[in-house]
């Protein structure tokens, strides 16, 4: 085999160190704000049978026909790396019979997911994301709760109103309900069926809805006249509607009607809702998600209302701007060459205290060790001299030095 330099897989995407401390400040957010609200972990497989995603993510959205990464294990069978974890969590609400279980039963999750689309910024074929699942109520208060949880972790992690959160809300009835509403939309399509793009025009028959969805510019000036489903919404779906909003209002949570707002898979109904963070432009979504009340029973159990979200967050972490920052220590030893060891064993004594601390590994003159002091973000740095003496340099209260002697680590931690 040719020589030659490796990288990684188109659409993939290394996690490096400059945003590590981003990335771990979401996941505990996550954490914690589950914790708090009483949400069990739950861990699915990475992939999962193939026929699980096409029944439960639907067969004529994009993800099932075009996005998902399918192979043959050595016995035949069809297994596919998931696209999504909704319907991974409820096979595991099902298989494990979790119904038994109060409700509703609360999970949260956090992993990589695997799309093959094209990769754009923010956006790969290996992503990870958390999500939150309440499986067991149809009450609107489940509804209003799962929204105020993201909006939360959204705003607690950086993404306020400076960065341009919005709040996107919208119904789609339930399935039995939208029936009608459906063969109208069906109708007024056929009737603009030469000015559609050829996937809308294939989808009519089977998921109408996602006409909405659409980036062609033909499909948006049709969809412009299309009758909205929000203004056909039976009764009871416009009232569970209306008890989402009060509850959020009530909340302070704000957000806008979309009565557009349709989402890529086949299984939402009644409540669906995504964030939007302007400074990430054209491709603004950070999270979403919704109600699907039918998808327990679609995937071989018991009729069970339920609602979910998923944020993305490379696209979090895109949003935020996190950059490649350096990774920071609380102290740095900066020695002559006579002391390199001593400074390395004055270091460990400091790791050992708890605190983060680190020294030249590089062979570094004096002068540029200091500025690799500067570069590391450290609070304090002791200044081992050739002559054998030892300074102590808060760089975090104005930079001020005084001498040491005794115990050099101790005296270091201690000023941490």
């Known amino acids: 085999m040719a020589a030659g330099k490796f990288q990684a897989p188109r659409g993939t995407l290394d996690q490096l160190p400059g945003e590590a401390a981003a990335r771990a400040r979401v996941h505990h957010e996550m954490a914690r704000l589950a914790a708090l609200r009483g949400y069990g972990h739950i861990a699915t497989p990475i992939f999962e049978d193939t026929e699980l ?17 399918t192979f043959e294990d050595q016995g035949g069978r069809s297994l596919t790396l998931r696209p999504e974890g909704t319907a991974s969590v409820v096979r595991a609400y099902i298989e494990h019979g979790m119904q038994k279980l109060p409700q509703p039963v609360k999970l949260w999750y956090w992993g990589p997911f695997f799309r093959h689309e094209r990769p754009q910024a923010g956006r790969y074929r290996q992503f990870h994301q958390a999500g939150a699942e309440l499986i067991g109520s149809d009450s609107p208060l489940v509804d209003a709760e799962a929204i105020i949880f993201l909006n939360e972790l959204l705003r607690r992690v950086g993404l306020g109103s400076g960065a ?8 789609l009835g339930s399935v039995e309900a939208r029936a009608g509403y459906r063969r109208l939309l069906i109708d007024y399509l056929n009737e603009h069926r030469d000015r559609l793009s050829p996937d809308v025009q294939g989808r009519i028959g089977t998921n109408p809805l996602r006409a909405f969805d659409s980036d062609d510019e033909g499909t948006r000036e049709v969809m412009a006249g299309a009758p909205l489903l929000i203004d056909h919404l ?19 949570v704000q957000y806008e009607i979309d009565p557009t707002l349709v989402r890529g898979l086949d299984y939402y109904t009644r409540t669906v809702f995504e964030f939007t963070c302007d400074r990430l432009g054209a491709q603004s979504g950070v999270a979403g998600g919704g109600r699907y009340d039918g998808l327990v029973e679609m995937l071989g159990g018991p009729a069970t209302p339920a609602i979910g979200w998923a944020a993305g967050i490379e696209r979090i972490l895109l949003a935020l701007a996190a950059g490649e ?50 570069r590391s973000g450290a609070k304090v740095a002791v200044i ?26 101790a005296a270091a931690t201690a000023l941490v």
Not at 53 to 69: L, N, W
Not at 384 to 405: C, K, P, S, Y
Request: net charge negative; glycine share 12%; aromatic share 4%.
């Open 53 to 69: 995603f096409a029944r439960g993510v639907g067969e004529s959205t994009d993800i099932v026909q075009k996005e998902m990464f």
């Open 164 to 171: 341009g959160l919005r709040l996107r809300l919208g119904s």
């Open 234 to 252: 039976d009764s009871a779906d416009a009232e569970h509607f209306a008890a989402v909003r009060q509850l959020l209002d009530d909340a302070g």
């Open 325 to 374: 920052e350096p990774v920071k220590v609380d102290v740095f030893v900066v020695a002559a060459d006579n002391r390199r060891e001593e400074a390395f064993r004055i270091v460990e004594q400091i790791r050992a205290e708890g605190v983060s601390a680190d020294l030249d590994l590089a062979g570094r003159g004096f002068k540029g060790q200091m500025k690799q002091s500067n």
């Open 384 to 409: 081992l001299a050739e002559d054998g003496t030892a300074r102590l340099r808060d760089i975090a209260g104005g930079g001020e030095d005084r001498d040491l002697d005794g115990d050099i680590a």
